[in-house]
């Protein structure tokens, strides 16, 4: 089994800075692609940003050219640089990995952003 620990999350001003993280452990070498998807209060969970095996990386229209995905395979982490943070970023921001070989996707806890003056 594979478990994801986010870290990172807190409060911060607009046009601030976050980065998140988060750690994978177990069965790493069973995960594929890796994303962070956000739910904000009332709204569905969507997709932020994902990031393949192979370091080709994908963006929300919302976040293009403000956020940037990267993973460090040899440290079993993936992180999402949050830049000009705007208030409408606030969410929980939840880890995500797919998994091979046909076995369920994992979530981590999740943690919160909250952009705001």
């Known amino acids: 089994q594979v478990q994801l620990v986010e870290s990172g999350g807190g409060l911060v001003q607009p046009g601030g800075s976050l980065k998140l993280s988060c750690a994978a452990s177990?069965?790493?070498?069973?995960?594929?692609?890796m994303g962070w998807y956000r739910q904000a209060p009332g709204k569905e969970r969507e997709l932020v940003a994902a990031?393949?095996?192979?370091?080709?990386?994908d963006y929300a229209d919302s976040v293009k050219g403000r956020f940037t995905i990267s993973r460090d395979n040899a440290k079993n982490t993936l992180y999402l640089q949050m830049n000009s943070l705007k208030p409408e970023d606030t969410a929980v921001y939840f880890c995500?990995?797919?998994?091979?070989?046909?076995?369920?996707?994992?979530w981590g806890q999740g943690t919160l952003v909250t952009v705001s003056s």
């Open positions: 995500n990995a797919k998994i091979k070989f046909g076995f369920p996707e994992v």
């Open positions: 177990g069965s790493t070498f069973s995960i594929n692609a």
């Open positions: 990031i393949t095996s192979v370091g080709n990386t």
